[in-house]
């Protein structure tokens, strides 16, 4: 369970973050959406205090962070996003095991956990446990990418766009992928989007920002149903918008595709 | 060339000690430093600028600078702490050179560390690693290459300006080079510079191959390449033990022209081969650094000349009068005022002059300075690098009123031909140098009496004077053993004939057995 309560981080006069009060229940996933400098990143970033809240109280498993120091407090929250950020240096093995080495596990357990988690992601650890990053694709780094920040038992996960720089098919079958592992496991998660149709596809629920500010929090149900403003209408109906583009395409004369 | 090589173990092993010292010593500093800037970008420009700065002092004066610089330090060391600092040698060679590497490892250590990826200083900190943890799992390997090749470089410059680390006492290949230079042995010339453009070759690529190792993890080839590095700063560190750890020989000293390395040689060769004393070589320093280091006990004997002495050490005002009593005048004094002792008066003078092409004076109807002075607006001079700033040059001027179209300074090695090419007009010569003659050069009669007696005296340092009172006696047997016309045949054997100045100082003392 993460609690926010009363959250708000501040850049001199600028407010990136403010007021905000929310909680993902355990094992919810709950999304973030909104435009760019809606604070969503921010949000995230303060929950494992990569960036430091300027007021409001932040707690995991009803423990406040603020007394945890930082590096100890991210080894127990698994985070995943767009750039991925592999180690290039170290193997495929080292970069899923950098969490439970800092944690000091010993070495059979932390290759047991790797192989185990390399096979979670549909990689086989015989064939990609001793690559370097430079070697995979885009969509097999990000699979790295996650079974990294799940590899040490986290309490939660923060994902920040993971699958933002994919493409399409790829970013597909990596969402439904997720979607499968994040059932099994059960894992408590905060997910950053502006995708709305990741959002519906993925959330249980979703909070949207504006400017800081939570604008409004529901399930996808609830938002495409009934939107809380105009604004919010608007961003939810972008996939039925889309879809309807793509219909008016279909039907077009046939003439012009000869 | 046989004689050459026989020195080249000591200047090798001098030269790679003294450069990897200075490596070793530039990137503990300048490692800890670039990663404390990376951190703190708005410190950076400021002092990564000071050190390009320091970078755009040349070499040659940062080297002599760290003299005085070292001299000064050691007055305050000596009363705060009770110990010396060594001014000349190896101190102000590794000072200066240590600074020079700092640079490129300081730039590249920065560049490396901002060069890395922000994804992976995130996700470092997103994994849990403390900002120590980041550093060493993370942003120093993904730096190591760029901080590698900053090493490369400084390795290179390193190596290179430690050529000239020679006229501060530090021996280094750089003496084949200055020695040679002076007295016309190309060879000796081209052997320091290739030797030393080896030596940086073979660094760079040992470094290299350690990098190399570590990208690739292959730990054979980084612990050959280490091995290599660790062997030959062994090597270097033990043989110069050795020779330090030998009977402390007696230090000769010589300035940077052809008549000192003479007889700085026939000096050794005497007590060695007749005395059975051993010594030990220190040539090609500057004359102010030389006399500091003999009154130091760095340098134990060396010849200096009765004038120079006068001017620069004694602060000597007004006519010094004549030969004979300058030189008591010289002995007495640094006796008393300096500790040092006078051995031996040698027989010969060396006094500036200066000199043209017999057969343009001759037109221009130029046989006294006087004459000269009034041709002077017409005419370019030549110097060497003390010239123009030495008293006798004040006192030239302030009599004369020599008013040159041009003076410029070049090495006295380039003097003697631009003159007899006609590239300058008159040169400040040496009245000893056999290219007067051999070039058909002439000197001009100093007809106010300016320019003072430069007796050649043979100079021994307080503490060799008072352990061994013996060699003192000794060196006293060659009291008006040289005379002026003796002298200038053995320079132009070593400046025209291409013999070695040891050849012609050994061939000279088997004609006084």
């Given at each position: 369970m993460i609690e926010l309560e009363r959250v708000s981080k501040r850049y001199g006069d600028v407010v990136a973050v403010d007021d905000l009060s929310l909680r993902v229940a355990d094992g919810e996933l709950l999304v973030l959406l909104g435009g760019s400098g809606c604070g969503k990143t921010t949000t995230l970033k303060m929950v494992n205090r990569l960036i430091e809240p300027s007021g409001g109280r932040i707690a995991i498993g009803g423990r406040d962070t603020s007394g945890v120091p930082g590096p100890e407090l991210r080894r127990r929250i698994g985070y995943c996003f767009q750039q991925v950020g592999l180690f290039p240096h170290l193997s495929v093995a080292d970069n899923v095991g950098v969490t439970p080495q800092l944690l000091g596990w010993d070495a059979a357990r932390v290759r047991a956990r790797v192989d185990e988690l390399l096979e979670l992601v549909d990689l086989p650890p015989d064939r990609y446990r001793d690559r370097v990053p430079a070697a995979l694709s885009g969509g097999q780094q990000q699979r790295v990418g996650l079974a990294r920040a799940l590899a040490a038992n986290p309490e939660v996960l923060l994902m920040d766009e993971p699958f933002g720089a994919l493409d399409p098919l790829t970013r597909d079958l990596l969402q439904e992928r997720f979607q499968e592992i994040r059932h099994r496991l059960g894992i408590t998660t905060l997910f950053v989007t502006h995708d709305v149709a990741e959002a519906l596809r993925l959330g249980d629920r979703i909070a949207v920002l504006d400017v800081g500010r939570l604008v409004q929090l529901g399930t996808p149900r609830e938002l495409l149903l009934a939107p809380a403003s105009e604004a919010v209408a608007r961003l939810m109906d972008t996939p039925r918008r889309q879809a309807e583009q793509l219909e008016a395409l279909l039907r077009a004369p046939a003439a012009e595709a000869d | 060339m046989k004689e050459l090589w026989a020195r080249f173990p000591e200047y090798l092993s001098a030269h790679l000690e003294l450069s990897l010292a200075a490596l070793a010593i530039a990137a503990a500093v300048a490692v800890p430093l670039g990663v404390w800037l990376g951190r703190r970008p708005r410190a950076a420009p400021a002092l990564l600028a000071l050190a390009g700065a320091l970078q755009t002092i040349p070499s040659l004066a940062l080297l002599a600078f760290m003299v005085p610089a070292l001299a000064a330090l050691g007055l305050v060391t000596s009363r705060l702490f009770g110990f010396e600092v060594r001014a000349i040698g190896y101190g102000p060679a590794l000072a200066a050179l240590t600074l020079y590497g700092v640079l490129p490892i300081l730039q590249n250590t920065v560049a490396g560390l901002r060069g890395v990826d922000p994804a992976c200083r995130e996700a470092a900190r997103g994994v849990g690693m403390t900002p120590r943890q980041q550093l060493w799992r993370v942003e120093i390997p993904l730096a190591l290459p760029v901080m590698v090749a900053g090493l490369r470089t400084a390795a290179v410059w390193v190596v290179g300006t430690a050529t000239l680390s020679t006229p501060v006492g530090a021996a280094s290949l750089g003496n084949y080079i200055f020695s040679g230079l002076q007295t016309r042995n190309y060879a000796a010339v081209s052997?320091?510079?290739?030797?030393?453009?080896?030596?940086?070759?073979?660094?760079?690529?040992?470094?290299?191959?350690?990098?190399?190792?570590?990208?690739?993890?292959?730990?054979?080839?980084?612990?050959?390449?280490?091995?290599?590095?660790?062997?030959?700063?062994?090597?270097?560190?033990?043989?110069?033990?050795?020779?330090?750890?030998?009977?402390?020989?007696?230090?000769?000293?010589?300035?940077?022209?052809?008549?000192?390395?003479?007889?700085?040689?026939?000096?050794?060769?005497?007590?060695?081969?007749?005395?059975?004393?051993?010594?030990?070589?220190?040539?090609?320093?500057?004359?102010?650094?030389?006399?500091?280091?003999?009154?130091?006990?760095?340098?134990?004997?060396?010849?200096?000349?009765?004038?120079?002495?006068?001017?620069?050490?004694?602060?000597?005002?007004?006519?010094?009068?004549?030969?004979?009593?300058?030189?008591?005048?010289?002995?007495?004094?640094?006796?008393?005022?300096?500790?040092?002792?006078?051995?031996?008066?040698?027989?010969?003078?060396?006094?500036?002059?200066?000199?043209?092409?017999?057969?343009?004076?001759?037109?221009?109807?130029?046989?006294?300075?006087?004459?000269?002075?009034?041709?002077?607006?017409?005419?370019?001079i030549g110097a060497d690098y003390e010239f123009l700033a030495r008293p006798e040059w004040q006192a030239l001027v302030g009599t004369y009123g020599f008013a040159f179209r041009r003076a410029s300074s070049m090495d006295p090695s380039l003097m003697y031909q631009a003159v007899a090419d006609g590239q300058v007009d008159v040169i400040s010569a040496f009245s000893t140098d056999g290219r007067l003659a051999a070039l058909g050069l002439t000197a001009l009669r100093d007809d106010r009496g300016v320019i003072p007696p430069y007796d050649a005296v043979v100079l021994v340092g307080p503490r060799l004077a008072r352990e061994r009172p013996d060699v003192v006696r000794k060196l006293g047997g060659l009291e008006g053993r040289i005379d002026a016309e003796t002298m200038r045949e053995l320079n132009r054997d070593v400046d025209q004939e291409g013999r070695t100045p040891a050849e012609v100082a050994r061939a000279w003392l088997d004609t006084l057995r």
């Amino acid at each position: 369970m993460i609690e926010l309560e009363r959250v708000s981080k501040r850049y001199g006069d600028v407010v990136a973050v403010d007021d905000l009060s929310l909680r993902v229940a355990d094992g919810e996933l709950l999304v973030l959406l909104g435009g760019s400098g809606c604070g969503k990143t921010t949000t995230l970033k303060m929950v494992n205090r990569l960036i430091e809240p300027s007021g409001g109280r932040i707690a995991i498993g009803g423990r406040d962070t603020s007394g945890v120091p930082g590096p100890e407090l991210r080894r127990r929250i698994g985070y995943c996003f767009q750039q991925v950020g592999l180690f290039p240096h170290l193997s495929v093995a080292d970069n899923v095991g950098v969490t439970p080495q800092l944690l000091g596990w010993d070495a059979a357990r932390v290759r047991a956990r790797v192989d185990e988690l390399l096979e979670l992601v549909d990689l086989p650890p015989d064939r990609y446990r001793d690559r370097v990053p430079a070697a995979l694709s885009g969509g097999q780094q990000q699979r790295v990418g996650l079974a990294r920040a799940l590899a040490a038992n986290p309490e939660v996960l923060l994902m920040d766009e993971p699958f933002g720089a994919l493409d399409p098919l790829t970013r597909d079958l990596l969402q439904e992928r997720f979607q499968e592992i994040r059932h099994r496991l059960g894992i408590t998660t905060l997910f950053v989007t502006h995708d709305v149709a990741e959002a519906l596809r993925l959330g249980d629920r979703i909070a949207v920002l504006d400017v800081g500010r939570l604008v409004q929090l529901g399930t996808p149900r609830e938002l495409l149903l009934a939107p809380a403003s105009e604004a919010v209408a608007r961003l939810m109906d972008t996939p039925r918008r889309q879809a309807e583009q793509l219909e008016a395409l279909l039907r077009a004369p046939a003439a012009e595709a000869d | 060339m046989k004689e050459l090589w026989a020195r080249f173990p000591e200047y090798l092993s001098a030269h790679l000690e003294l450069s990897l010292a200075a490596l070793a010593i530039a990137a503990a500093v300048a490692v800890p430093l670039g990663v404390w800037l990376g951190r703190r970008p708005r410190a950076a420009p400021a002092l990564l600028a000071l050190a390009g700065a320091l970078q755009t002092i040349p070499s040659l004066a940062l080297l002599a600078f760290m003299v005085p610089a070292l001299a000064a330090l050691g007055l305050v060391t000596s009363r705060l702490f009770g110990f010396e600092v060594r001014a000349i040698g190896y101190g102000p060679a590794l000072a200066a050179l240590t600074l020079y590497g700092v640079l490129p490892i300081l730039q590249n250590t920065v560049a490396g560390l901002r060069g890395v990826d922000p994804a992976c200083r995130e996700a470092a900190r997103g994994v849990g690693m403390t900002p120590r943890q980041q550093l060493w799992r993370v942003e120093i390997p993904l730096a190591l290459p760029v901080m590698v090749a900053g090493l490369r470089t400084a390795a290179v410059w390193v190596v290179g300006t430690a050529t000239l680390s020679t006229p501060v006492g530090a021996a280094s290949l750089g003496n084949y080079i200055f020695s040679g230079l002076q007295t016309r042995n190309y060879a000796a010339v081209s052997l320091g510079c290739v030797s030393a453009a080896g030596l940086a070759f073979v660094l760079d690529r040992a470094i290299g191959l350690v990098e190399r190792g570590v990208r690739e993890r292959r730990r054979a080839l980084t612990a050959t390449a280490a091995g290599l590095l660790v062997a030959l700063g062994v090597t270097a560190a033990l043989a110069n033990v050795r020779s330090a750890e030998a009977a402390r020989p007696i230090v000769i000293g010589a300035k940077t022209f052809t008549e000192q390395y003479i007889l700085s040689d026939l000096l050794a060769d005497f007590l060695e081969r007749d005395a059975g004393l051993p010594t030990r070589p220190l040539q090609s320093l500057g004359s102010t650094v030389l006399f500091d280091a003999l009154r130091s006990g760095e340098v134990d004997v060396y010849v200096d000349y009765t004038g120079t002495l006068w001017a620069n050490v004694l602060k000597g005002r007004g006519a010094p009068g004549t030969r004979a009593a300058l030189l008591d005048e010289v002995r007495r004094r640094l006796q008393a005022e300096q500790g040092v002792t006078v051995a031996a008066a040698l027989g010969f003078e060396n006094t500036y002059a200066l000199a043209m092409r017999a057969d343009r004076a001759r037109s221009l109807g130029i046989a006294t300075l006087s004459d000269l002075a009034a041709h002077a607006p017409e005419l370019e001079i030549g110097a060497d690098y003390e010239f123009l700033a030495r008293p006798e040059w004040q006192a030239l001027v302030g009599t004369y009123g020599f008013a040159f179209r041009r003076a410029s300074s070049m090495d006295p090695s380039l003097m003697y031909q631009a003159v007899a090419d006609g590239q300058v007009d008159v040169i400040s010569a040496f009245s000893t140098d056999g290219r007067l003659a051999a070039l058909g050069l002439t000197a001009l009669r100093d007809d106010r009496g300016v320019i003072p007696p430069y007796d050649a005296v043979v100079l021994v340092g307080p503490r060799l004077a008072r352990e061994r009172p013996d060699v003192v006696r000794k060196l006293g047997g060659l009291e008006g053993r040289i005379d002026a016309e003796t002298m200038r045949e053995l320079n132009r054997d070593v400046d025209q004939e291409g013999r070695t100045p040891a050849e012609v100082a050994r061939a000279w003392l088997d004609t006084l057995r």
